[in-house]
């Protein structure tokens, strides 16, 4: 029995993919910045991204990894449960940045774009605009020249 997302070969982009199968495809591309990403499996990565970022950051912040003051106003740093959940958020973080980037590379290669085009985003004010317009694209079929 096959299922939709394995009938999508991964050196293609998935047009129409499932929130499931972006962020298995987002696992399984680990660390591959050539080939293309479709707007639905980038989109639906950074969804899912934020959502469990959300969550984590809501845990930590509700179980004391805020830290907070003592009677005397003085900080106090986060302990605890708190500081678990500061922890996990951190190495979540640190896990999905290098595929994280890999996707900004295959969703640009969609639009026909080089993968540099993503040091834009270090121009002051405009350049995170930029690069956002940019994810937000159609897919151009010239970008079937960075397929591997």
Do not use: C
């Amino acid at each position: 029995m096959t299922t939709a997302s394995s009938a999508v070969p991964l050196s293609q982009p998935y047009y129409g993919a499932p929130i499931g199968a972006a962020v298995q495809r987002f696992f399984k591309k680990y660390a591959t910045f050539t080939g293309r990403a479709s707007r639905s499996e980038f989109w639906w990565w950074i969804l899912a991204n934020a959502v469990i970022s959300f969550v984590l950051s809501m845990l930590a912040l509700i179980t004391g990894g805020g830290g907070g003051v003592d009677a005397a106003g003085n900080p106090v740093p986060p302990s605890g449960l708190g500081l678990v959940f500061l922890i996990v958020l951190f190495l979540w973080g640190l896990a999905t940045i290098v595929p994280h980037l890999a996707l900004i590379a295959r969703r640009l290669h969609d639009s026909n774009r080089s993968a540099l085009w993503m040091l834009i985003a270090f121009v002051p004010f405009v350049g995170g605009i930029i690069l956002l317009v940019f994810e937000l694209m159609p897919s151009d079929p010239q970008g079937a020249r960075f397929d591997a």
